[in-house]
């Protein structure tokens, strides 16, 4: 098991670590967001298209549920929150086993869907601009990572 916890201090920072680990990325990742909201989801999955060198702005697919960007890869970027209670009428795991990458915020609404082989982000509000954030796997592939955080 992997857990690396560190401190962001500004959005800036946070665009930076999605930027970091968004360059290792590869074909099939699945990255799971965690925190409040404000945390800074998606600002960090920002970050992952810059490395992705995405285009198009990437902002919130909370109404949309999920918007896909074209990039180097694939991003298939999910917002599971407005379906808490609603059941899995959206067949959302057909995008897990993709040659993108799956950002998926509030993911903590469809773990019972989520394949064991992802890397685990939780994000919490310690200030106005600060953040911790906590980075867990335990799968081989994304343990590659450790040494880039």
Avoid at 22 to 29: D, V, Y
Avoid at 91 to 112: K, M, N, P, R
Wanted: aromatic letters at 8%; proline letters at 3%; hydrophobic letters at 40%.
């Amino acid at each position: 098991m992997m857990k690396k916890i560190l401190q962001i201090k500004s959005p800036e920072e946070m665009i930076a670590l999605g930027q970091t680990i968004g360059k290792k990325l590869f074909p099939g990742a699945i990255i799971t967001l965690n925190g409040d909201l404000g945390a800074g989801k998606t600002t960090f999955t920002k970050g992952i298209g810059q490395a992705l060198n995405i285009k198009a702005v990437i902002n919130s697919p909370t109404f949309t549920i999920m918007k896909v960007y074209q990039g180097d890869l694939t991003l298939f970027h999910i917002d599971a929150y407005r379906l808490d209670g609603v059941g899995s009428d959206f067949d959302l795991e057909e995008y897990f086993y993709q040659d993108g990458i799956c950002v998926i915020e509030w993911a903590e609404i469809i773990t019972d869907i989520l394949p064991e082989e992802r890397l685990d982000i939780t994000i919490s509000i310690t200030g106005e601009s600060t953040r911790q954030v906590i980075i867990e796997t335990n799968n081989q592939e994304y343990q590659k990572l450790e040494g880039i955080l």
